[in-house]
T-cell receptor, first 112, second 117 residues
Framework: KAGVTQTPRYLIKTRGQQVTLSCSPISGHRSVSWYQQTPGQGLQFLFE???????NKGNFPGRFSGRQFSNSRSEMNVSTLELGDSALYLC???????????FGAGSRLTVL | AQTVTQSQPEMSVQEAETVTLSCTYDTSENNYYLFWYKQPPSRQMILVIRQEAYKQQNATENRFSVNFQKAAKSFSLKISDSQLGDTAMYFCAFKGDSGGSNYKLTFGKGTLLTVNP
């Protein structure tokens, strides 16, 4: 069974640009969550999607958005990038009602 | 709001020895779930072990076991017979069972464990 797949693995952007990250969950998993990991703030919850609906959102500005498609794949978008958005973005998926998240390898974003 | 504290930023252990990583948490919920995840240099966050708060028995997964003290809100991870492949950042995480905390994991800051040959 394939794991959670995140693309791209690495990317470099400049301030003011926007970026889109993709996450393909484990087959059959309908819930997808996103987390931001930085050295200073640690791991912080961004948002959670289920059946194409955003169910929960963390304390991030509106520049951070996402969506989920009918096949459960999810994308997150960050607009007007700032230096502080440099981070590892982790996606995790789970089955309905499950308490265990399975994570992908992450997308490392560097903003110059 | 729930908080998770890992008081040991870094630890080291000799191969084949035993090491214990500490974690404390704060919550007003009665039922919840606790996890230890490991993140090696490859960055993949891997579930090591989980514990349901309503279960008194401590969880065990091969060389990994926990000491869950609900009243003390303590959840430590013991790694026996440490192996070089255990070198990683270890995160303790909390997930509530209701209300505003059941949809996300709250993580500690992590403990960097190095296993020396």
């Amino acid at each position: 069974k394939a794991g959670v797949t995140q693309t791209p693995r690495y990317l470099i952007k400049t301030r003011g640009q926007q970026v889109t990250l993709s996450c393909s969950p484990i087959s059959g998993h309908r819930s997808v969550s996103w987390y931001q990991q930085t050295p200073g703030q640690g791991l912080q919850f961004l948002f959670e999607y289920f059946s194409e609906t955003q169910r929960n959102k963390g304390n991030f500005p509106g520049r951070f958005s996402g969506r989920q498609f009918s096949n459960s794949r999810s994308e997150m978008n960050v607009s007007t990038l700032e230096l502080g958005d440099s981070a590892l973005y982790l996606c995790a998926s789970s089955t309905t009602g499950a308490n265990v998240l399975t994570f992908g390898a992450g997308s490392r974003l560097t903003v110059l | 709001a729930q908080t998770v504290t890992q008081s040991q930023p870094e630890m080291s252990v000799q191969e084949a020895e035993t090491v214990t990583l500490s974690c404390t948490y704060d919550t007003s919920e009665n039922n919840y779930y606790l996890f230890w995840y490991k993140q090696p240099p490859s960055r993949q966050m891997i579930l090591v072990i989980r514990q349901e708060a309503y279960k008194q028995q401590n969880a065990t997964e091969n060389r990994f076991s926990v000491n869950f003290q609900k009243a003390a809100k303590s959840f430590s991870l013991k790694i026996s017979d440490s192996q070089l492949g255990d070198t990683a950042m270890y995160f303790c995480a909390f997930k509530g069972d209701s209300g505003g905390s059941n949809y996300k994991l709250t993580f500690g800051k992590g403990t960097l464990l190095t296993v020396n040959p």
